[in-house]
């Protein structure tokens, strides 16, 4: 772990090694990366108790619009509002799931499922951004998402990658006040993977072309030495190596074979999940997978009758793919969503927003399969047991890489910021 | 925050403080020129001022051994003075007729000429709804005649403290009046807006004290909830919206008995129809369950007080919104005009004389105080003509200094010249655009961009959809539908029909592309504004972006043959003209002898794909993404 090496090294050496990954990293500007070797060096142990051995990578997968979590991970069979779909059971004795997650079910064994999660924000914008950020919204600030946050603290495992990658898009991953420098990189199509990064043009007309620059160029260069105008030309190189470095076949899913698509599911979430497993793979930190069209205020069965599969078979196939390639210790896999939904169906055969509580998913990443952390009442109505929030999620992420989810990052007015807020990590499930 | 960003450069910065900022020119070093502002047909409160600035700059800096720059050569200032008035480079030919003049008003004249341009509005514009977190969806799918609205005033040059007036103030529903989008961005945040009321118009971030005493600052959390009292009683909700006829709607809909498209007209005609911002909350401000001070009790109803010099007291006859709006904007406010002054000031020179531009406080002060003073002063006496003000400001002989090599940062600048500043995402795009296409700044986005609904029925703010049966509702709905069919019809067939083989992609103004863009689009790698929190935008350099520079598409726009660019390299009669065209067309100067040795033998070497490399080239220069 680079924490671990930086507590072993001595002051510049370790400033400058952190320096030098920041300067070599895509997205980062030398001014971030100045920053945050800065406060990298300020760094003090402050996370919880210390586990025998930390996940290394994240892949968190969101569903917009808040999931029903009596439909999937929650099921309640026998009670009037257990809904259209019935209750299975997994390769765990005892724990059950919907029928719509069968497939995801025969993976229970590498799984824990937070039946206790409990939310303050019933509207989506100000709940998925609680979700991200562990903090609710303010005009004057943008806390930064849990992606800018790991790369903060943990820095990255691979200098040619970002340190984030969000596959979907989502505004509340962003790096906020943590500055442009910790921004992830966000692909809207995982099929197209990183824009850009292929030349248009042959190797020979490139390099000509860059002589050309060259000596266009040169003048306004020397002419003009600030700080702004020679982070270009060291990020021109960057791109370069990029380009013609191996790594930037991480973001090119047409690398996996047809068996391997086939398995995922040809959609933009199968793919999107493959992706995400080519780039964790491939040293990048934290990469979220974002699936839209949760909001089932009708027609709630018929809807997830056509939304759930697809998730269904993305999830079990991720789950396999990691486990068969040895993955899953290093790589922890977490679903949430920006609440539940009502136990009571509507009229319209809908299900209504529900902070109160809902289910989140944890995987790998040192967390024992095959258990439920706290639980819901008889309808799924309220947390009967071990109430868990987003920022105590949040907290249990960063403590799976064994990153300090309370260490205080400073904005520019000086204000504090954690990654957790208050949030205490759940460490029974480790 | 990505506001400024000075910190290896503050530590670099030391070495640089005291050096002579005197360097070698860049390519034409003959045609330096003789100084501007001396003409007698200068507007005298302008000359006046300009020369009182320049004065006071010098005062500024004569204790730091600071020694001015020479004055920048008509290309140089040529560039600059369209990037920071109009957000683009000039075009070729107005490169090219600039370069060519002898007027010795020429300066002057351009600076008059841009500032009374369509691009004065767009580059203005890009800076307000950045400072505003201007979106064009606002609370989900609601979409209001905010950013209309915003770029009216500026076109009207509505005087700033009267912006600033009609926003606070603002009432009713967004399509009557865009300016209640001020309210609607933080719908029921109340506390926020005051928060973000005074940073961005005083300056001051008091957002601190909404939760708790400020750590560094003087304001106490009570205090704050005393500012804040003043708008306790805005809401934006309209609670006397709800005719059977809309139940009905509301019930068809729900039954899956409306058509799909009627049903989404419908749907945000009402949610519009919703809000309405109005000052009729009885509730009054308390303090949080939780307060934890002595000068208050949790839950206590809070008297609307301001924070700093009270005068408001002597409006009673005013509501509290008015008051607190007449207080903000007043001459008398100690930050109002110093604010605006030095954010404008800012704008132009790269770094304020107070920066951040919003962080006015203790610990901040200002880098030349009696300077900011006069500024402030300047702008009270132009009665906030920010318009009027700027063309001071860029009369000055300090705006028009070349700029230096430093790194500066706010703690080695003493406002000796305009810094050299990477271009904000938007510069970069408008500026892309002016070399694509001819007629950039008379191109008009798509207006469904600002939202849908609320521009149909734009040009029927008297139909109240109230007092309409569920009928007329579904009729209105499908009205409003078939017009807006029409309208894309037409404008499908002017953009492209009466140019017909000719077509370019739609390329707009960043104004007037639907914001914030989507993330990964070329604006928001550049550094544009999510729109998320105030003044987000920046211009870092990233890996992004330059793989957008080298592989991007914007390039096949460029040797597109109806490219204004290859139409005017057509028009050249030998290759060292074309060589000139792509000097004049991206650096707004012409090569000097070296370059035009290299682009020559290119053009000879390469053949036909000579002009493409060079294009390619000229596109990835750093001289290109910076205003010098």
């Given at each position: ?327 899953l210790n290093d790589v922890l896999v977490a679903q949430a969503s920006d609440f539940g939904r009502t136990p009571k ?86 | ?142 979409a209001g005649e905010y950013p209309k609205w915003l770029k009216e005033q500026i076109k009207q040059n509505t005087p ?445 070497d390469s053949g036909s794909k000579g002009i493409e490399n060079l294009i390619w080239a000229l596109a990835n220069t ?7």
């Open positions: 772990m680079l924490k671990d090496l930086l507590r072993q090294i001595d002051h510049s050496t370790r400033r400058q090694l952190i320096t030098n990954a920041a300067k070599a990293c895509l997205g980062v500007s030398v001014i971030g990366g100045m920053n945050w070797a800065n406060s990298a060096i300020a760094a003090d142990a402050t996370a919880a108790a210390p586990k025998k051995k930390n996940a290394k990578s994240v892949i968190y997968i969101f569903m917009v619009g808040g999931m029903s979590h009596i439909d999937t991970w929650d099921p309640k069979p026998g009670a009037d509002t257990a809904g259209d779909f019935k209750a299975v059971k997994t390769n765990v004795n005892g724990i059950q799931v919907s029928e719509q997650f069968g497939a995801i079910g025969k993976h229970m064994d590498k799984m824990c499922l937070i039946r206790s999660m409990t939310s303050s924000q019933g509207a989506h914008e100000r709940a998925q951004y609680l979700m991200h950020t562990s903090y609710a919204p303010l005009a004057s600030v943008k806390h930064p998402g849990l992606g800018p946050w790991l790369h903060r603290l943990g820095g990255r495992h691979n200098e040619k990658l970002p340190g984030s990658v969000i596959v979907g898009g989502h505004r509340d991953s962003s790096a906020g006040v943590l500055g442009s420098a910790y921004e992830p990189i966000t692909i809207g199509n995982p099929a197209a993977g990183l824009q850009n990064s292929k030349l248009r043009m042959s190797d020979s007309d490139f390099e000509h072309r860059r002589g050309l620059l060259d000596a266009i160029d040169q003048n306004f260069r020397n002419r003009y030495p600030q700080d702004s105008v020679t982070a270009y030309t060291r990020f021109y190189q960057e791109a370069v190596d990029l380009i013609k470095s191996d790594d930037v076949k991480a973001f090119d899913i047409s690398q996996e074979s047809a068996a391997i698509k086939t398995a995922y599911g040809a959609n933009n979430f199968g793919m999107g999940l493959l992706l995400a497993r080519r780039l964790v793979e491939h040293g990048v930190r934290y990469v979220e997978v974002t699936i839209g069209g949760w909001d089932t205020h009708q027609d709630n069965f018929d809807q997830l009758g056509t939304k759930l599969p697809p998730v269904n078979q993305g999830i079990a196939a991720l789950m396999d793919d990691l486990y068969k390639k040895g993955m169906i509507n009229e319209r055969d809908g299900r209504d927003h529900y902070p109160r509580v809902f289910t989140t998913m944890l995987a790998g990443g040192g967390v024992k399969g095959g258990q439920i952390y706290g639980a819901s009442d008889d309808k799924g109505a309220a947390v009967k047991d071990k109430p868990v929030t987003p920022q105590d999620f949040n907290a249990t992420i960063a403590y799976a890489l064994g990153l300090p989810h309370d260490k205080q990052v400073f904005s520019k007015i000086g204000r504090p910021f954690t990654l957790a807020d208050q949030g205490k990590p759940v460490t029974a499930i480790f | 925050m990505k506001r400024t960003r000075w910190t290896l450069a503050a530590v670099t910065a030391g070495l640089w403080l005291l050096v002579v900022t005197n360097a070698p020119t860049l390519g034409n070093a003959a045609r330096v020129d003789t100084a501007p502002s001396k003409s007698s047909s200068l507007n005298p409160l302008v000359k006046d001022s300009a020369a009182k600035i320049d004065d006071l700059v010098k005062a500024g800096y004569a204790a730091d051994k600071i020694f001015p720059t020479r004055l920048t050569t008509d290309e140089e200032f040529l560039r600059r003075v369209y990037l920071d008035v109009i957000g683009r480079i000039p075009t070729h030919d107005e490169a090219q007729g600039y370069l060519a003049s002898k007027d010795p008003m020429r300066r002057q004249k351009l600076i008059d000429q841009l500032l009374d341009s369509p691009g004065y509005v767009s580059h203005m514009y890009n800076y307000w709804a950045d400072q505003l977190r201007l979106t064009q969806r606002i609370r989900g799918d609601y700033y403290d009267n912006f600033v007036y009609l926003l606070l103030t603002a009432e009713g529903k967004a399509k009557d009046n865009g300016a209640v989008g001020y309210w609607l961005r933080d719908n029921g945040m109340n506390l926020e807006i005051t928060s973000q009321t005074t940073q961005i118009f005083l300056g001051t971030q008091i957002g601190c004290a909404q939760c708790h005493d400020h750590p560094f600052d003087k304001w106490e959390m009570k205090e704050f909830y005393e500012f804040a009292a003043f708008t306790s009683s805005m809401t934006t909700r309209d609670r006397g919206m709800n005719s059977p006829a809309l139940r009905e709607i509301r019930t068809k809909q729900q039954k899956g008995e409306l058509a799909r498209d009627v049903g989404q007209v419908l749907t945000n005609l009402i949610r519009e129809e919703g809000y309405k911002v109005s000052d009729t909350n009885t509730r009054g401000l308390k303090l949080p369950s939780d307060y934890k001070y002595d000068n208050g009790k949790p839950g206590e109803t809070i008297k609307p007080r301001v924070i700093f010099d009270d005068k408001s007291k002597a409006l009673t006859t005013l509501s509290d919104r008015e008051k607190f709006a007449r207080w903000v904007t007043s001459k008398d406010n100690p930050l109002f005009a110093k604010v605006i002054a030095n954010r404008m000031w800012a704008r132009v020179m790269g770094i304020g004389i107070v920066s951040p531009v919003d962080d006015f406080s203790e610990g901040n002060k200002p880098s030349n105080p009696a300077l900011l003073d006069y500024l402030a002063g300047v702008m009270k006496k132009v009665n906030f003509d920010v318009k009027e003000y700027m063309r001071i400001v860029l009369n000055t002989r300090t705006y028009q200094l070349a700029t230096g090599r430093e790194d500066y940062t706010k703690d080695n600048f003493r406002n000796q010249a305009s810094v050299l500043r990477r271009m904000t995402a938007e510069q970069i795009w408008d500026s892309f655009g002016t070399i694509t296409v001819e007629d950039l700044d008379e191109r008009a986005g798509d207006g469904m961009a600002y939202g849908g609904m609320m521009m149909m029925s734009g040009d029927s703010a008297d139909v109240d959809i109230t007092k309409m049966s569920a009928d007329q509702l579904v009729k209105y709905a499908e009205k409003l539908i078939a017009d807006r069919r029409g309208s894309m019809r037409d404008k499908a067939r002017d953009s492209v029909s009466s140019k017909r083989g000719q077509y370019l992609p739609q390329i707009t103004r960043a104004s007037e592309i639907r914001q914030p863009a989507a993330p990964g689009h070329f604006l928001r790698e550049f550094g544009s504004s999510d729109r998320e929190a105030i003044g987000n935008a920046h211009t870092d350099a990233s890996v992004p972006q330059v793989l957008q520079l080298v592989n991007g598409t914007g390039l096949a726009n460029l040797v597109n043959k109806q490219s204004a660019l290859m139409k005017n390299i057509a028009r050249a009669t030998d290759d060292k003209e074309k060589v000139n065209v792509l000097f004049l067309s991206f650096l707004s100067r012409y090569p000097n002898p070296t370059e035009m040795g290299v682009a020559m033998k290119e053009l000879k750093r001289e290109f993404l910076f205003i010098r």
